[in-house]
């Protein structure tokens, strides 16, 4: 059973047990062979919906001109929006489509294991090299190497790197011996390279070198018109995934998505909406939609009224820059408490320490109203 039965019968043992073990075992692998399928469908169903809306459109048409070249692309944008997506779908699209697609991100690894991972070693080159291991680069000859977080890369490596794009050549670790790949190459960053650059982090040649094309993709908050569809789609692929029952989003969870900024872009909302399916509740989703909304909304207004008494600094008593910085705070924190007791005024009030009439009347100087 640990390396993988299905079941088993003890002996002796009936015809009809055996019959009966059988029909389970194949009933269940045609399950999950339904479920597989039905998960590959909504899986080409996400690269329908991401290209869906107009600026990702855009995006496409870019990748339909360069997909067929070898050219190395720069995939730029924030955390979550996709960029694996992209590089996916350039290599789906190439020649190189039926060749290897290998992922390396750089910034999950410390500098001396990514240069192995990347270019491997030869046996003894290190403790612990007891024998010779192909790196990446190997791997994805032929094919198509996507190195996501090119911004986290060391200097040292970034020069490695620079010479594997500039010669197709590069030598294991403990090695001597030149290997030649033919590899196209494809990076991603959520950083601005040329700040790096500016900045002396990130070297320069390496920089134009890998900047051929630079493809930047928008982040989802500059996307709304996707998020109902990524919506449906994560609905219907966790919901397999999982055995939940498929459920429409309530309309407060669409009206929280709508006002809502996804600083995690689509990753977030993915995450998000399984945990709605896990779950089987959109409560603790919509709270947090909605708290963290008004959030980023009361940090916003404490920090003009910070910025305003900067600007006005020496022509406002201090009583007046003590009196608004702190009715700032405290409509924020009642705000808070308020969304956290889900609107309880008695509950808040003894959160907060005062009476409820004075919650009331808190709630009403400060212009607090129910979402």
């Keep these: 059973m640990q390396l993988g039965a299905s079941d088993y019968l003890n002996k002796p043992f009936e015809e009809g047990e055996l019959e009966a073990t059988l029909r389970v075992v194949l009933e269940t692998r045609e399950l999950e062979q339904e479920r597989s399928r039905l998960l590959e469908t909504l899986e080409e169903g996400t690269r329908t919906v991401a290209w869906h809306g107009e600026a990702m459109r855009g995006v496409r048409a ?13 995939i730029s944008g924030e955390s979550g929006v996709g960029k694996e997506l992209v590089a996916r779908e ?20 410390p500098e001396d294991l990514l240069e192995s ?44 790197l620079l010479q594997v794009l500039q010669d197709a050549t590069f030598s294991r670790l403990g090695g001597n011996r030149e290997i030649r790949v033919d590899v196209r190459v ?138 608004r910085a702190s009715l700032e705070a405290e409509r924020a924190t009642i705000d808070r408490i308020l969304q956290r007791t889900q609107w309880n005024r008695k509950a808040a009030a003894r959160l907060l320490g005062v009476s409820y009439k004075t919650l009331l009347q808190k709630i009403r100087d400060c212009g607090l109203e129910e979402a």
């Design 186 to 323: 494809l990076c991603a960053t959520n950083r601005t390279l040329e700040q790096m650059v500016a900045e002396g982090t990130f070297r320069e040649d390496l920089y134009y070198r890998l900047n051929v094309v630079d493809v930047r993709i928008p982040p989802l908050r500059e996307r709304r018109d996707e998020v109902s569809g990524f919506v449906e789609m994560f609905l219907h692929r966790y919901s397999i995934k999982y055995g939940k029952p498929l459920r429409k989003p309530s309309p407060a969870l669409v009206r929280a998505m709508e006002r809502y900024a996804f600083p995690g872009n689509v990753r977030e909302l993915e995450n998000l909406i399984k945990r709605v399916v896990v779950l089987e509740s959109e409560d603790s989703v919509v709270a947090e939609l909605l708290g963290g909304d008004r959030m980023h909304g009361a940090a916003d207004r404490l920090q003009i009224v910070i910025d305003e008494l900067a600007a006005t600094a020496g022509l406002l008593p201090l009583k007046e820059v003590a009196r």
């Design 62 to 74: 870019v990748i339909e001109q360069i997909a067929v070249t070898d050219v190395t692309v720069l």
């Design 117 to 160: 991972e990347l270019f491997g070693y030869e046996r003894g080159a290190f403790t612990g090299a007891v024998s010779r291991k192909p790196g990446k680069f190997e791997i994805a000859d032929t094919g198509t190497m996507f190195l996501d977080e090119i911004g986290e890369m060391s200097p040292p490596l970034q020069a490695k």
């Design 90 to 109: 350039i290599h789906r699209r190439s020649p190189r489509a039926n060749r290897p697609f290998v992922k390396v991100n750089c910034a999950a690894l």
